[in-house]
């Protein structure tokens, strides 16, 4: 278990490096590939991983301390996932923007710019 535990850490220091290199690099697509790895990787360690009570009082430091490092990359990629959608909100706009600006009578129903009393 302490090796699986050491392991464990590891990986989710190397994906915190290399998360913290990629954010500042704003490479989405590698960024998605890193954490996709990484949770397949983590995936495999935590389901071989079964300690029984012994084991996990023996090594409660290291489970808090792979906890703590869980949590850190959560918290990571939660923040680059939202200056993420952030982006593609400021793209949406700048597109309306430009719509507008290029073709500003788009959105009006009549196609002849005439106006057309409906009334009776």
């Known amino acids: 278990m302490d090796n699986k535990l050491s392991q464990l850490k590891s990986i989710l220091e190397g994906t915190i490096e290399k998360v913290e290199k990629l954010a500042a690099e704003h490479d989405h697509e590698a960024f998605?590939?890193?954490?996709?790895?990484?949770?397949?990787?983590?995936?495999?360690?935590?389901?071989?991983?079964?300690?029984?009570?012994?084991?996990?009082?023996?090594?409660?430091?290291?489970?808090?301390?792979?906890?703590?490092?869980?949590q850190q990359l959560n918290r990571m990629v939660n923040q680059y996932f939202d200056s993420f959608k952030r982006e593609i909100i400021l793209l949406k706009k700048k597109k309306d923007t430009n719509m507008k600006y290029t073709n500003p009578y788009s959105k009006m129903k009549s196609p002849d710019g005439a106006f057309l009393d409906k009334r009776k």
Do not use: H, K, T, W
């Not at 996709?36 to 071989?48: F, P």
């Not at 029984?52 to 490092?69: G, H, K």
């Open 32 to 70: 998605i590939e890193v954490i996709e790895a990484s949770a397949d990787e983590r995936e495999e360690l935590l389901n071989g991983l079964n300690p029984s009570n012994e084991e996990r009082e023996a090594n409660q430091a290291m489970i808090s301390e792979v906890l703590e490092l869980d």
